[in-house]
Nanobody, 124 residues
Framework: QVQLVESGGGLVQTGGSLSLSCAAS????????MAWFRQAPGKEREFVAA????????DYADSVKGRFTISRDNAKNTVYLQMNSLKPEDTAVYYC?????????????????WGQGTQVTVSS
């Protein structure tokens, strides 16, 4: 069992930056592919970014490529999402997700564990 707790959301102006963190419980964090998804009001939850258990593979949605960076620190059981050049369309609840040794980084259905989410609001 893995428990995920996100932090770092908030309100920022267009063009600003935010850094999200997701702290995971358990001793096998280094075996999990970690991802960030987001859900805006009235929309489906969508893939944002993912990083493999080793950190060697990363993937980004086209909408955030070049602006967001995912990273992980296995010693701290934490995954991060650095968000730069934020736009109003980035406004959503951001969720952290985990799946053991998952190679289908974008597939929402492959992730077994989810955090409660953290709100990110970008004002225009």
């Amino acid at each position: 069992q893995v428990q995920l707790v996100e932090s770092g959301g908030g309100l920022v102006q267009t063009g600003g930056s935010l850094s999200l963190s997701c702290a995971a419980s358990g001793r096998t964090f280094s075996s999990y592919t970690m991802a960030w998804f987001r859900q805006a009001p009235g929309k489906e939850r969508e893939f944002v970014a993912a990083i493999s258990w080793s950190g060697r593979m990363t993937d980004y949605a086209d909408s955030v490529k070049g602006r967001f960076t995912i990273s992980r620190d296995n010693a701290k059981n934490t995954v991060y999402l650095q968000m730069n050049s934020l736009k109003p369309e980035d406004t959503a609840v951001y969720y952290c997700a985990a799946a053991i040794f998952n190679v289908y980084l974008r597939d929402r259905g492959r992730y077994d564990y989810w955090g409660q989410g953290t709100q990110v609001t970008v004002s225009s």
